[in-house]
Every structure is written in C-alpha cells, then in structure tokens.
C-alpha cells in the first residue's frame, strides 16, 4: 500500500502505464485472464495487445473515466494505461484503437449503449449488499411471450424470491424494473444485479419477498401500411411500451405467476430512460399501481407540479392516500439530474406532496447508484 | 432472384463487395441494424466502418468463411465484403482489422473461443424446429449455487417444461447438457436453443417432459499450496467437472426440483469437450446415467472397443441391458470427427453394443450439428 501510495504521489491524478505491484485482475474479468488489474485505491490497468495500432484510447463510464485516456504503447504491440482511482462499482468501458470501437477480449460484454460493451466491476470496500453470498437465493427465469402489438417475441427476466417452488400457497406482490436507453432485459440482471441484492435484503428480513420482472423498454408497433415517404412509417423504439407493458406484460405475468394482482401489490421502477417511462406509466395508470420508483431520471421539461402529468398532483392529499410510495433518487456525481430530482422532491413537498428521496454519494450516471437505488427502494415496497 | 443469380454467375463463387438487393438483414443483428444481411442463396453481406484501417478480414465458423476473407474499402472508410452462400444455422464470426479481433457492434456476442464473439443466424428456408413458435414455452432458469470444491459460485441454467409448476405433483427426468471448449453454460441457450428444440418436441407431443440442466463444464480447484515453481500449482481448467457435477450439481438439482432422481431417468449430453466429458462421466458411472449421447466428440485415441473406458463394453448384453441409449452423432462436414464417430459405433455394432448413429447432413463443427443432434436426441431419451 506505501508503495502505491508513493506511486500516486509521484503521478499526481493523472495516468500511468504500469499496473501497481499490488494490483489484482478484476472479478469481472473472463476465466482467467490477469487485466483489467484493480489496485488497492482503485487505480485500474487496462491492457490491450494491438501491435499494429498507432493510437489506443480508453472510453467509458463518468466513473471510470471522464471522455478518454490514450493507452501507451509497450514491447510487443502491448497498450496499457492506469487510470486515476475509479469510482467503485460497474463500468461500461471500450477501446478506441485507430477510431475504432473495439472491446476487450479480457471482459464479459453487457448491453449497453445500444451494443455489446465490455463491462468492469469496481468492488466497494467493505460493500456486499449485491454479491452472491452464502445465502438463499432465488431464481432469474427467462419467460418467452409473444406480444402481438409488436409482432414479436420477447423476453422477460423473472425473479423469484428463494423457495417460491416450495411455497406453492404464497402469493406475492411485484415490482416491474426498468433499464435506461440503449440497454434491455438483461441490465438489471448482468449489471445490476437485482436478484442478489433482493437475496440479501430477502435473508436479512429486511424486504417483503416479491417477484420483481425485468422487460425491455423498447417496443414499437410493426411499420404501417403508410408510404415509404411518410414521417411517419417508423415508429418510435419506445412508443408501444406502455401498451406492451399493461395489456400484454402484466395479464401474462398474473397469469403464470403466483402474483398478488392488484394495484397495492404493484411497484414500477426505473432508471434514467426506465424513470421517465415509470412515471409516465404509473402517474397515468394509478388504478394499476401504488408504489412508484423514479432512479436518475426526473422529468424532462421544467417540473411544475400543477400541471405535470396531466395534474396528477392538484389534489394533495387524494394522492397521497393513493399512492404508497413515490421514491425519487440520484447519484451525487450526475450533478445536474440529481438536482432535478432534488427540486421535483422539494416542489412536491411544497404542495402537500411525500415523497422519499435518496443521494448516492459520489456515484454517476451508472450502476453503483441504481445497485444502491434497488438497495434503498426495496425495503420500502410493500409495507402497509 | 435473377440478379442474385446472375451475379453469382459473374463472380464464380468468390466473394463479392455488394449485398444482393433481395438481401435482408439478418434475424440475429441487434435492432435495427441493416448489416448482416443474407441473400436469398444465404450469400451474407457484412459491413464494417473503420475509416483508418489499412486492412479488414472476417474470420469465424468453418461454414461462414474458410480461414479468412478480405473485405473491400468503399467510401467512407466503409469496408463490405459478401461470402459465398453459407451453411445454415448459427455462426461464430469476427473482424480481424489491421490484426486485431474487433466484434461486429451489430450483432450480439455469445460466449466461444474463450471470449464473448459475435453471432449470425442463418436461417434454413423450411426449418423451424428450434424457432420461437406460438406454442407452450418452457422457462430457463438461471440458479446460482455455491461449489465447495471450487470455492466459486456457479450458474446452472435449468430448463424447466411449460407449465412445471401448474403440474405440482409431477416430477421429471433430467437430461444434462454439455457445451464445447471455449464456450460455458449460456451456449446451449443462445447459441443451441435448447428451449424452444424442447418447447417444440413437447407442443407436437414428440418428447418426453423433461428438465434440462446446461452448467458450465469448466471447474477446477484453486490452486494448491504447492510451490509456485511446481508444475501442479494450477489445476486443469476441466479438472474438477466430474466431481462437482457428481457431488454438487446432481445432488442440488435434485433437491431443488422436481425430478425423478435415479438412473433411469437421468441423461447426460454433450458436444465436442462436452461429447468427451459425457463419455467420460457416463461410462464410468453407469449406476447414475442410463442415457448418454455424444455430439461431435469422439474418443480422443483410436477407439478400442475392448479396452475403452475400462473396459465397459466387455459383456455386450450386460450394457445392453443397463445403457437405455447410447446415441453417437456428428454433420458430415466435420469429415475427421464424422468418421471417427462412425468407426465407434461400427465397433460397438461389431462387438454387439447398440448405440444410435445420427449424421447432420452438410453442417459443420458448428451449432447447427447439435441443433439437429438435440432434435434428434430428445425424442428417443425416458422411453422404455
């Protein structure tokens, strides 16, 4: 550790291209590959061998790297770098080698803007609320279903709490769980871990046991019969989802699971793109749901608590009766959402309005702060 | 269809910078993205920007491209090129630019040749058997559970049958399923579509109901107190399989599902390393498979029948009686493995041992072989 603080000192923030001696490749790496290395204060080295490469950069998550860092080139072809110390937790990261995206064979791939994308995991020190512990776990199961809105198969991630076969009596309350633009169904599960961090709440009694399903936002109705020339030939990517989501997600999954099918037993969360499309959704459907979860993505225009959606606000108290919960978060580093967040919490304190809200300390636009969004949220749906 | 033809005419059969004009885009390529495309004669165009790049080759599965093709620099740094027509089903491929391996951003990646690679589904005119189709499906289950003997969490994916837990009182025979080298336990899911092959055979009553268990077959001990000099000091990547399937993952499938739990209704299966490991375990515990079937994967030294595996083909009738299938298969267009296959099961003929000989007619040591190999395999395994 002396050392490697010397070697900070010496470097001064900036970057370096040697990995410190007391580095370890990174939990997230493939089988046994040795980079990306994680240093004790986070520092990671990255390696790419690309002999005949004449520039390699790195790009990635605010938290890993701010616009790109430029890899130096070693014997053999080998381009390494050492960032500055990372924030912890998930990072989407790529190449650029000679303007070229390219991805680290080192790494699993995630899905994310709108690609596979190589993805490194940070461990926070002394933080486990989403690793696999020794605990029960439940199942991640993929449900096929065909949505004839759309014409297309697709695919829902369902968690089930641990025992849910056992229990065969039980019914259970769920939460909807949405990724941001560019991601789908598999983001809550690969990058954000839902279903350990419900097992770990779950085993320290500190959440209701629930089904919580992952969907893809994206859904649009088939091009219309309308010509080539029209603006309006191709549907938006989102624009049936809320259609998709209410008459053909939610009839499915209460009738193949063991759910509590109505609104007090109904939580829709979201991030970022998933936050817009949760507020949206449940603001307009409160027949549908009682818990409302709204992660790094508040609303778009100025919020005016008059007339936002549709008024849904006017009467104070009729909302508050009605809705259970209305969670609102942000991570401290993606300053300017988590200040539009802050200011529709504090509008709609003024208007008579609860809502909960969550700081996650010096955490971006990524990961770390929906793990710990899903962390703070899920303990509080469900109660009466 | 004339142009098509006639241009394949013109280029003899070598390879082409323009997609045909019937060509579409490919059904594995992520959203909208335009490029793959496949000509109706599968012909498949690819695409690649990289304006700096002085030189772009495909690489990939033996039926997309043999070694390597050149792609062509048209404007704007776009580099294309067009195969020969393809084998169908699912392909493996890669750019290699200026001698880096570089994914194609418009495909998604699957788990082979160690690293996440891209993927390109071919469709086969008049083949359906391992589409999603308006039938009853089946769910895959993702479940975690702790390996002692290698101090590492693992994640089984377990097929359940549609409706398992409407039928609560039903329990299933189970059928372990193996990938190859360089792949883990997402392969027979992505890439094979083991789920819908199931969903279909059961939908046309052609299968039994049955679990299928897809874990990854790479599983060693950590590294011993040996010195850092001995030779033992890393344990084979493949080296603790048998052991944990047989004391870890048998015994936590049965106590977490509903399954039949003796011989007679356990299967394991397997291709290429897979084929191997199956043949392997199997053979050398009779008293927990009855059904075993080898994909791709014959024995590794000349098959001899006496002294195989111990020796367990000594007393035919005796393994006649105990094995309820031995099933051997390979695609003709793996010649070496194809005809090592057939001398094994000839000599198991000659010596009076039954086995079950399948040819996939034209496909490769790809994943079409063992598409066919599991449409093949499944309706003949739990019948008596």
Redesign the interface.
């Given at each position: 550790m002396k050392t490697n603080l010397a070697l900070a000192l010496l470097i001064g923030g900036s970057c370096w291209a040697q990995a410190a001696p007391d580095a370890t490749p990174a939990p997230s790496n493939?089988?046994?590959a040795e980079y990306p290395q994680i240093a004790p204060d986070l520092r990671v080295t990255f390696r790419l061998?690309?002999?005949?490469?004449t520039k390699v950069q790195l790009r990635g998550g605010a938290g890993l790297v701010k616009d790109s860092i430029d890899l130096a080139r070693g014997d053999g072809g080998i381009w390494t770098v050492t960032t500055p110390p990372a924030v912890p937790g998930f990072h989407y990261y790529w190449f650029v080698?000679?303007?070229?995206?390219?991805?680290d064979?080192s790494s699993?791939?995630y899905?994310g803007w709108?690609?596979?994308t190589s993805g490194l995991d940070v461990p926070e020190q002394g933080v486990d609320f989403y690793e696999?512990k020794?605990v029960p776990?439940g199942?991640?199961?993929?449900?096929?279903?065909?949505s004839t809105l759309t014409g297309k198969?697709r695919r829902a991630n369902?968690y089930t709490p641990p025992d849910y076969?056992k229990h065969?009596g039980t019914r259970y309350p769920v939460l909807y769980l949405q990724h941001g633009a560019g991601e789908n169904e598999r983001g809550w599960?690969e990058q954000g871990r839902a279903?350990f961090i419900l097992d770990n709440l779950l085993a320290a009694g500190k959440a209701r046991p629930m089904i919580v399903v992952v969907d893809t936002g994206?859904a649009a109705r088939p091009a219309g019969a309308a010509p080539p020339t029209s603006s309006t030939r191709t549907p938006g990517?989102t624009s049936a989802f809320e259609e998709v989501m209410l008459s053909e997600l939610i009839p499915m999954i209460d009738s193949t699971?063991r759910t509590l099918a109505d609104r007090e037993h109904r939580a829709m969360a979201g991030l970022s793109m998933g936050s817009m499309q949760t507020l949206q959704i449940t603001l307009k459907h409160l027949d549908q749901f009682a818990w409302i979860g709204a992660m790094s993505g508040p609303p778009r225009q100025g919020f005016d608590v008059k007339t936002a959606y549709d008024g849904v606000f006017g009467d104070a108290s009729a909302f508050n009766q009605k809705v259970k919960l209305l969670w609102l978060g942000a991570g401290t580093a993606e300053e300017q959402i988590h200040k539009n967040t802050l200011a529709m919490h504090e509008a709609l304190a003024k208007a008579g309005i609860k809502s909960a809200f969550f700081s996650s300390q010096g955490t971006d636009h990524e990961w770390q702060t929906w793990c710990r969004s899903l962390h703070d949220l899920a303990p509080r749906l469900f109660r009466n």
């Open positions: 493939v089988g046994s061998k690309a002999p005949n490469a080698v000679d303007g070229l995206n390219v991805n064979p699993y791939t899905f709108g690609r596979e696999a020794d776990h199942e991640v199961r993929a449900r096929w279903y065909r198969w369902v076969d065969s599960v279903n994206y990517p699971y």
